[in-house]
């Protein structure tokens, strides 16, 4: 199996279990700390990549689902019947990836820090991925670290898209605070029909065949707090990450 063709398989499993958004977005996310790309994962790299993406996948999968999706991913690394198999010899050490540099935010060469609420208009997808690259960028120049970094542009995204989905559109606000705690603020608003099913959306035992229940529910685990607000005039969803 070529080096391309392994992430499109381990994408494949993703997608199973989360929406291609996020399925997307988390296996960026965990290739990035381990200075790895979609078209550099080999056979020698692909049990590392399967290692990190077990935890990384905990926000968006319901945990009875969990122990399926981890099986499926280790089947990757199975030798088919005639095949060599995708794991790599037992005698040598899977390397360290180096740590993510942290970002100082103290002294002169440190960039300035946006302090106001910024709001981005979502009426598509390039607006929505505009939406999300800003807030990644945003959390980085907060000192954001690459999960936390990559938990904001996940969230962003999602909102993104339930609002293009079934409002026809929204508006995106981020405002950062760097007392009494450094975060991100995230604010996505809409004028759609409202969130039907909301209790059991964010309980996690409804399930939308298109997915919105799954996305919002998955934005609830990425945040360190999460506030929703609903009805036939529209949808506020409101969330931090802690820096």
Same mark, same amino acid.
């Given at each position: 199996?070529s080096?391309?063709?392994?992430?499109a +398989?381990?994408?494949?499993?993703? =997608?199973?279990f989360?929406?291609?958004?996020?399925?997307?977005?988390?296996?960026?996310?965990?290739?990035?700390?381990?200075?790895?790309?979609?078209?550099?994962?080999?056979?020698?790299?692909? *049990?590392?990549?399967?290692?990190a993406?077990?935890?990384?996948t905990?926000? /968006?999968?319901?945990p009875?689902?969990?122990p399926?999706?981890?099986?499926?991913l280790?089947?990757?690394?199975a030798?088919?019947?005639?095949?060599?198999s995708?794991?790599?010899?037992?005698?040598?050490?899977?390397?360290? *990836?180096?740590?993510?540099p942290?970002?100082?935010?103290?002294?002169?060469?440190?960039? =300035?820090t946006?302090?106001? *609420?910024t709001?981005?208009l979502?009426r598509?997808?390039?607006?929505?991925?505009?939406?999300?690259?800003?807030?990644?960028?945003?959390?980085?120049?907060?000192?954001?670290?690459? /999960?936390?970094?990559q938990?904001?542009?996940?969230?962003?995204?999602?909102?993104?898209?339930?609002?293009?989905?079934?409002?026809?559109g #929204?508006?995106?606000?981020?405002? *950062? +605070? =760097?007392?009494?705690?450094?975060?991100?603020r995230?604010?996505? +608003?809409?004028? #759609?029909r #409202?969130?039907?099913?909301?209790?059991?959306?964010?309980?996690?035992?409804?399930?939308?065949?298109?997915?919105?229940g799954?996305?919002l529910l998955?934005?609830?685990?990425?945040?360190?707090?999460f506030?929703?607000?609903t009805?036939?005039?529209g949808? =506020?969803?409101? /969330?931090?990450v802690?820096?």
């Amino acid at each position: 199996m070529s080096r391309g063709s392994m992430c499109a +398989e381990l994408l494949r499993v993703l =997608q199973q279990f989360m929406s291609d958004t996020a399925a997307r977005l988390v296996l960026r996310g965990t290739l990035e700390p381990l200075r790895l790309s979609l078209e550099s994962v080999g056979a020698a790299e692909l *049990p590392r990549v399967i290692e990190a993406l077990e935890p990384a996948t905990r926000h /968006f999968v319901d945990p009875s689902r969990r122990p399926q999706l981890a099986a499926q991913l280790r089947t990757l690394t199975a030798p088919a019947s005639g095949a060599p198999s995708y794991a790599a010899p037992a005698s040598a050490p899977i390397p360290t *990836p180096a740590p993510m540099p942290m970002v100082s935010l103290k002294g002169p060469a440190a960039p =300035q820090t946006p302090t106001r *609420p910024t709001t981005y208009l979502v009426r598509n997808e390039s607006d929505a991925s505009h939406a999300r690259l800003a807030a990644r960028a945003l959390c980085e120049t907060l000192g954001g670290r690459g /999960f936390e970094c990559q938990k904001v542009a996940t969230a962003v995204s999602e909102l993104a898209r339930n609002q293009i989905a079934y409002a026809g559109g #929204g508006t995106i606000q981020l405002a *950062p +605070e =760097q007392t009494p705690k450094r975060l991100l603020r995230v604010r996505a +608003e809409d004028q #759609g029909r #409202g969130i039907p099913d909301l209790e059991r959306v964010l309980s996690g035992t409804y399930r939308s065949k298109t997915g919105m229940g799954l996305g919002l529910l998955g934005v609830k685990r990425l945040a360190d707090r999460f506030d929703v607000r609903t009805g036939p005039t529209g949808t =506020q969803v409101e /969330f931090e990450v802690w820096l």
